[in-house]
């Protein structure tokens, strides 16, 4: 059972990715885009990381996905259809990810990794909470502080930089 | 001897002049530079004076004059045996040089205050002769063959700057050319010579090489090229820079060109000093020619009798009376080289070596001043050429008297010095070769007539009418006549036989009467014949000439030796060997450096364009990069 | 531990999705899609932290929150291209990726 559901999963990642970045309507593409993603939150259920699963479920698939589809409409006419790419670009990019493939799977599959023998720690919300706030060992209080300046300085930036100009001549 | 370190004094004082008169002169008064290079020529003069005082007329020894060396420096080190030393030697042939060489720059330096007077660049004149004299003492002086060469250039070099003094005519600056050029050509065979006669006896030093009884040139013997003996070639290439110093035959064409420079220069370099450089290095080198390489020294004599008949017979036909006087210097300087070539070494038989320097001496001061006086004539008559001058005799009287002294002297008319010096060269030649004795008989009357043909067309002649009416030169240009006119008439009785000579001992001499007479003979007949032909104004000149025809016409033009000269230059020189190497050096040295420069800059272009602003290429390169680099870590170096 | 799922599937499908979205950054014209292919790259790195920390490291969370804070980041990251990009949009009227090249020689 856990095998198909793997095998699933995997298959819809890939497959929708590859689409995605091939998709000449870009509607279609985000759409895709946001398969990738609940396929990735399964995987995350499968390994039994539910708070990591739900994080990705809400912020990427709720959040950001959504982001990227309100900027399409802002920017684009729905019907629009993108055209190919031209050989050069096309030639770049296969290559480079081919050449990448093959070169770190040959890496990765010839290294054996043990598996870790300790018992499963069971992972929930009471465990994550007191991690994430504590300062002692395993403790990350201080990239939670970081990340909430970074999102509060991002919060600045987006709006600083999409704010329309006033204009300089403004009738009265 | 009492330290004769003060000489470095007399050599150092015309280089200081040099420095001060060119750098400062432009901030002075004209007049405050031509003073101060005659006082300090007037000091270097002085202490001349004294050297040879105390050198000659001093204690010595019996074995003859000692070669002293008060003072030598290592100048260039290069490995243990190649030092380049610069020193000052005096012996007795230096000391005398040094007397003429600063004899004949102060009287040049005093008559140039009158002569130049006016004349735009005065004081880059007196620079100028500060310079020459300081390269000609240096060369006399030299203490090895290296240190004369340095010299020698700058000699080559100052004359040029002189000669070319007038810059803006183009005939003075191409005689410049042609003067350093011609003469640079025989510095070739010159260095070449030196590098040859260093590399068989590993010296540069005179001491060394001329030392009787050396060893040095014992392995010379066994080396030879081409059949002739390698100090016989090393000999005969520094004859040949010799020759172009002092324009022997072929190398005289630039000599009569060089009468383009201002009178004083002619006289000091072009009658005195830098053209007895040749005959001087001859001398020098003497021991070594009469021993090693007696071929060579035939191959001297030759050359001075076959120029100094070469030159007498051009003198005849000549009109600028600069010319003749060149023409003149020409056959004197082929006395000396001749007197040189018959010598033989030590005692009686170094006659020959004795009579040229004595006549060196002579020749010097005459000649110095009928040059001096042509500088006064032609600064009353504003001419150079004997067709506008006549009857001057009447109103240049100070002029006219020194200039018959010279003329007499140069004549070899007992009792001025010419006589003397032209006679000891005589008996020489006879006893050595009777043909070139014949030759320099001949020479003589030559001499005699177209010195006097010079004098009496200038000062007697037709009475010509002058636009503005002469004047007798200022004082300034009358004492130095005066003084070398005493100096003609006197050193021929200076005692030469006890004072230098090819082995540095005194030899007894007598006047022999069965060359003296004859000789005397001959030069009045000459003076004769010039009084019939031009004392009075008269038509038969004119029509001799035409009788000899296409002699005459051959000879007025010197042989068309400056036009063979242009010809071989132009037409072949420049055609065959200098236009390809132009044209190579322009299109394919210069284009294969344009060449590398274009290709750099395509290049670069093209790398340029891997800056497009692509944000994509960028990425690509990006992850590219990192995959070659992961390659070559994980698969390539591990 | 998943039984039966050994690790390096997982990182084989992490590696694959790694390069597409590389691929895709490279080839796409339009700013928005190369956008979403860096949002693939950003995945596959968070399932590869995860199943690194689920199969070697049991015991411990360092994967789970280092997944966490990438998440984190991307979403501000995704926010400030979309200003940059409705910015662009702006100024030139449409955002194909080739009319953005000033910087360069």
Redesign the interface.
Same mark, same amino acid.
Request: hydrophobic share 65%.
């Given at each position: 059972m856990? +095998?198909f559901m793997?095998y699933m999963f995997?298959g819809i990642?890939?497959i929708c990715? *590859?689409l995605?970045?091939?998709t000449r309507r870009?509607l279609r593409?985000?759409v895709y885009?946001l398969c990738?993603?609940l396929a990735?939150a399964g995987? !995350?259920f &499968? *390994?039994?990381?539910q708070? &990591?699963a739900a +994080?990705?479920l809400t912020? !990427?698939a709720g959040?950001?996905v959504v982001?990227?589809i309100?900027?399409?409409l802002?920017?684009?006419h729905i019907t629009h259809r993108? /055209?190919h790419?031209d050989i050069t /670009?096309?030639l &770049?990019?296969?290559g480079?990810? +081919? +050449?990448?493939?093959g070169?770190?799977?040959t890496?990765? *599959?010839s290294h054996s990794?043990?598996?870790?023998t300790?018992?499963?720690?069971p992972?929930d919300m009471t465990?994550?909470g007191n991690?994430?706030l504590s300062t002692g060992k395993?403790g !990350?209080v201080l990239?939670f502080e970081l990340?909430s300046i970074?999102?509060l300085?991002? &919060?600045i930036?987006?709006?600083v930089?999409?704010k /329309?100009e006033k204009n300089k001549n403004s009738e009265i | 001897m009492t330290g004769y370190t003060y000489t470095v004094f007399i050599i150092l004082i015309p280089l200081v002049m040099f420095l001060v008169i060119g750098l400062l002169g432009m901030k002075w008064k004209p007049i405050v530079s031509g003073i101060l290079g005659t006082i300090g020529m007037g000091i270097s003069w002085t202490l001349s004076l004294i050297t040879a005082g105390s050198y000659f007329f001093g204690v010595h020894g019996t074995e003859g004059f000692q070669t002293i060396i008060p003072f030598e420096i290592k100048w260039l080190q290069f490995t243990e045996t190649l030092i380049i030393k610069m020193g000052i030697l005096l012996d007795p042939i230096s000391v005398m040089m040094l007397v003429v060489v600063t004899t004949i720059s102060f009287m040049v330096h005093i008559y140039s205050l009158g002569y130049m007077k006016g004349e735009g660049g005065f004081a880059r004149f007196y620079a100028f002769l500060s310079l020459f004299t300081f390269a000609m003492l240096g060369l006399v002086i030299a203490t090895n063959i290296f240190q004369m060469y340095i010299f020698w250039e700058l000699v080559g070099v100052s004359s040029f700057l002189l000669i070319g003094f007038y810059y803006q005519k183009p005939s003075a600056v191409a005689a410049a050319k042609k003067a350093f050029i011609v003469t640079r050509f025989a510095d070739l065979g010159f260095l070449i010579g030196i590098l040859i006669l260093s590399f068989v006896t590993g010296t540069f030093d005179f001491a060394k090489l001329t030392q009787p009884g050396t060893t040095i040139f014992a392995s010379a013997a066994s080396m030879s090229f081409m059949g002739i003996s390698a100090m016989t070639w090393a000999m005969t290439l520094m004859f040949i820079g010799g020759a172009g110093k002092s324009a022997m035959f072929p190398l005289h064409i630039w000599l009569p060109d060089a009468m383009e420079g201002p009178t004083p220069v002619s006289a000091l370099i072009h009658a005195a000093t830098m053209v007895v450089a040749g005959v001087f290095l001859v001398a020098r080198m003497f021991p070594v020619i009469h021993f090693q390489a007696p071929a060579t020294q035939e191959l001297i004599a030759y050359v001075g009798g076959f120029t100094s008949l070469f030159a007498a017979v051009i003198a005849i036909t000549q009109y600028d009376i600069k010319r003749i006087l060149a023409f003149s210097t020409l056959s004197q300087l082929g006395y000396m080289m001749l007197s040189l070539g018959v010598s033989g070494y030590g005692g009686e038989e170094g006659l020959g070596y004795m009579a040229s320097m004595f006549h060196l001496f002579t020749h010097a001061m005459f000649k110095a001043l009928l040059f001096l006086g042509a500088g006064s004539i032609i600064h009353a008559v504003h001419s150079n050429l004997m067709q506008d001058m006549g009857g001057l005799r009447k109103y240049l009287p100070i002029t006219h008297i020194t200039f018959l002294i010279a003329c007499l002297a140069i004549s070899g008319i007992p009792p001025f010095a010419g006589f003397f010096s032209k006679d000891e060269i005589l008996v020489a030649a006879l006893e050595h070769n009777k043909l070139l004795f014949a030759v320099e008989y001949i020479v003589a009357g030559l001499t005699a007539f177209y010195m006097f043909r010079l004098y009496f067309g200038v000062f007697w002649g037709k009475d010509q009418h002058y636009h503005h009416t002469p004047h007798e030169s200022p004082m300034t240009m009358a004492i130095p006549l005066m003084f070398l006119a005493f100096m003609s008439i006197i050193s021929g009785f200076l005692p030469f036989h006890n004072l230098i000579t090819s082995d540095k001992m005194g030899f007894e001499t007598h006047t022999d009467l069965m060359v003296a007479i004859p000789s005397v003979l001959i030069g009045v007949v000459g003076i004769a014949m010039a009084w019939i032909l031009y004392k009075k104004e008269s038509v038969v000149p004119a029509k001799l000439a035409k009788s000899w025809g296409i002699l005459y016409t051959a000879t007025y033009n010197k042989f068309y030796f400056d036009e063979f000269y242009l010809f071989v230059t132009r037409k072949i020189i420049f055609n065959y060997i200098s236009r390809p190497i132009a044209w190579f050096d322009r299109h394919i040295i210069d284009a294969f450096m344009v060449g590398i420069g274009l290709t750099t800059e395509k290049i670069s272009y093209q790398i340029k364009g891997m800056q497009s602003g692509q944000l994509q290429h960028y990425a690509f390169a990006f992850v590219a990069g990192t995959l070659a680099l992961a390659l070559s870590m994980i698969y390539l170096l591990m | 531990m998943i039984q039966g799922i050994p690790l390096e599937h997982f990182l084989v499908v992490s590696t694959i999705m790694f390069f597409i979205g590389v691929c895709g950054f490279i080839i796409r014209r339009n700013l928005i899609t190369m956008l979403m292919a860096i949002e693939l790259i950003l995945n596959s790195v968070n399932i590869n932290f995860v199943v690194f920390n689920r199969y070697l490291y049991p015991d411990q969370l360092q994967g789970q929150f280092f997944s966490l804070f990438i998440v984190g980041i991307a979403a501000a990251e995704a926010s400030v291209a979309i200003a940059l990009i409705i910015n662009i949009y702006r100024n030139m009227k449409n955002i194909e990726v080739e009319n953005v090249n000033e910087m360069k020689f």
């Open positions: 856990n +095998v793997f995997s990642i890939l990715s *590859l995605s970045i091939t870009i593409a985000a885009l990738v993603l990735t995987l !995350y &499968m *390994l039994n990381y708070f &990591m +994080v990705q912020l !990427y959040g950001i982001l990227i309100f900027s399409i802002l920017t684009h993108f /055209k790419p /670009k096309l &770049m990019g296969i480079s990810a +081919v +050449v990448g493939i070169l770190v799977l890496t990765i *599959l990794f043990h598996a870790g300790t018992p499963e720690l992972v465990v994550i991690q994430l395993n !990350y990239p990340i970074l999102l300085a991002a &919060m930036a987006a709006i930089i999409a /329309k | - | -």
